[in-house]
């Protein structure tokens, strides 16, 4: 007969209670070591995404710093820019103080025959610093002078036509006047 | 003898016996066995500490480790945004600069006919007084006041203080004289000077004919003043009192174009640029 169906183990046996709970300690530690894993896996996915978006951010300000080179590339351009806005503002006051002689005096001549029968002779021009126009005449009457205004009044290239004073001559019958006005047919005519 | 061989096999199944039942006795559950010993009693806090000291490094790995890197995802990501949209505010600057550049002869041709007309260097009033009396004689005109040689230093040397102003500025050089001639002459030489390849403003204008002159006399007479108008003068003649403007920019204002620029989408007057283009630009 074999020896071993003769054989005695005299260590006890451990009970079913105790394999029971070997066993439940031996799941508890695998259950107890996965969530520090998993902690473990989750930062260390969010340290990669984290470096990979500082990569794309230290990109993009790369970027950035290029365009801003690019930019100060045009600064002569700019300059140069600057240079015609400020010059040309600057002139611009005084252009519209500019004015074509022949055409203003054309402009009062032609106002005048366009009041038809008036009759007047206009003697004197003259021009102010603040940019206001006169011209002295003689009308033959007041009526002919109020036709005078009218027609200065109404026309576009005379601007706050005003008398400023008004003579009666009776030795000759006739009405000096000076009338002021802005003349503004001045940038028209190039 | 066989008889003591049966004796013992009976004792031997005996002591089998007594060896289960003595297991089938032993039921001692496990905690109080650990309790009877240290050894037991650190197993038995390490097997119910597990969980909470588990806990407590994956909360401790949470805190310390993933939300610190996810505050950085959430912060890289805002900054990504913020500097795309510096991206595209820079990248319209470029396109307003590119179109700038594509108009940079234009805008060279304009500034040369400016600083043709109104110039920056050292002035030169007395050069400037000279061309006008030269442009009266072409004309006819009668210069009846002069302007004295020391009037023309002085004015000369005002002007220099003025163009050395800090600021940016535009200095006006004016230079007055009174002629006599003919009303059609005076025309002429006003026109002669509009036309003239330089920029001059007549800042002021007293012309007066015959008539002008007599009805100026006879007011002075009735209101029993010295008759101051002169009288003499021919019928035909004109008398004009005008003075005239040429304009300088002072050297502030190149200064101040060394450290200001206007922004990208300034332009210049339009109405101006076109007038100083058409007048001084195709002679």
Redesign the interface.
């Given at each position: 007969m074999p020896v071993y169906k003769h054989t005695i183990d005299f260590l006890p046996k451990p009970s079913t209670e105790e394999v029971e709970e070997r066993f439940k300690v031996s799941k508890a530690g695998v259950y107890a070591a996965i969530l520090p894993l998993l902690a473990a896996l989750i930062w260390l996915a969010a340290v990669f995404i984290n470096f990979y978006y500082r990569n794309e951010v230290k990109q993009v300000e790369a970027e950035i710093l290029a365009k801003r080179v690019e930019v100060d590339s045009y600064l002569e351009t700019r300059r140069k820019q600057t240079e015609l806005v400020l010059k040309v503002d600057s002139l611009t006051d005084l252009v519209q103080k500019d004015f074509f002689p022949q055409k203003f005096f054309d402009d009062v001549s032609d106002t005048i025959k366009s009041t038809g029968d008036a009759q007047a002779t206009i003697y004197a021009y003259g021009r102010e610093e603040d940019g206001m126009f006169s011209i002295e005449g003689r009308a033959n009457s007041y009526l002919d002078l109020a036709k005078i205004m009218v027609v200065f009044t109404g026309k576009r290239e005379f601007e706050n036509v005003i008398i400023k004073s008004i003579h009666y001559n009776p030795e000759r019958n006739n009405v000096n006047f000076e009338i002021k006005f802005y003349y503004s047919g001045l940038l028209e005519e190039v | 003898m066989p008889e003591e061989g049966l004796q013992d096999r009976k004792r031997e199944k005996g002591?089998?016996e007594l060896?289960k039942d003595a297991?089938k006795g032993?039921?001692a559950?496990?905690p109080e066995k650990f309790k009877k010993s240290g050894k037991n009693a650190l197993?038995m806090i390490l097997?119910y500490s597990?969980?909470l000291?588990?806990?407590a490094?994956?909360l401790l790995?949470?805190v310390l480790?993933?939300i610190p890197?996810?505050k950085?995802?959430v912060q890289?990501?805002n900054?990504?945004e913020e500097?795309?949209g510096?991206?595209k505010e820079?990248?319209k600057?470029?396109k307003v600069?590119e179109a700038?550049?594509l108009n940079?002869a234009d805008?060279?041709m304009?500034?040369a006919t400016?600083d043709k007309i109104?110039p920056s260097e050292k002035t030169q009033v007395a050069k400037f007084v000279g061309e006008i009396e030269e442009m009266a004689k072409l004309y006819n005109l009668e210069e009846s006041k002069y302007e004295s040689g020391e009037t023309i230093e002085k004015l000369e040397e005002e002007i220099e203080e003025e163009l050395k102003k800090e600021s940016?500025a535009?200095i006006h050089i004016p230079t007055s004289s009174e002629y006599i001639a003919t009303f059609e002459d005076i025309?002429e030489f006003?026109?002669a000077l509009?036309y003239k390849d330089d920029?001059i403003?007549?800042?002021?204008?007293?012309?007066?004919?015959?008539?002008?002159r007599e009805?100026q006399a006879g007011?002075q007479r009735e209101m029993g003043e010295q008759v101051t108008i002169d009288t003499t003068i021919p019928v035909t003649e004109w008398t004009m009192k005008v003075t005239f403007e040429k304009?300088q920019?002072s050297e502030g204002?190149s200064k101040?174009?060394?450290e200001?620029?206007?922004s990208?989408q300034?332009?210049?007057?339009e109405?101006?640029?076109i007038?100083?283009r058409?007048?001084y630009s195709s002679q």
């Open positions: - | 002591v089998h060896v297991e032993r039921k559950p496990l197993k097997y597990a969980p000291i588990s806990i490094i994956f790995i949470l480790g993933t890197a996810v950085g995802i890289s990501n900054e990504i500097k795309n510096e991206i820079l990248e600057q470029i600069l700038l550049r940079e805008v060279n304009d500034l400016i109104v940016a535009i025309k006003l026109n509009y920029f403003i007549v800042s002021s204008l007293d012309m007066q004919g015959y008539e002008a009805y007011r304009y920019f204002f101040y174009l060394e200001n620029l206007v990208m300034s332009k210049p007057n109405e101006t640029l007038f100083i058409e007048k």
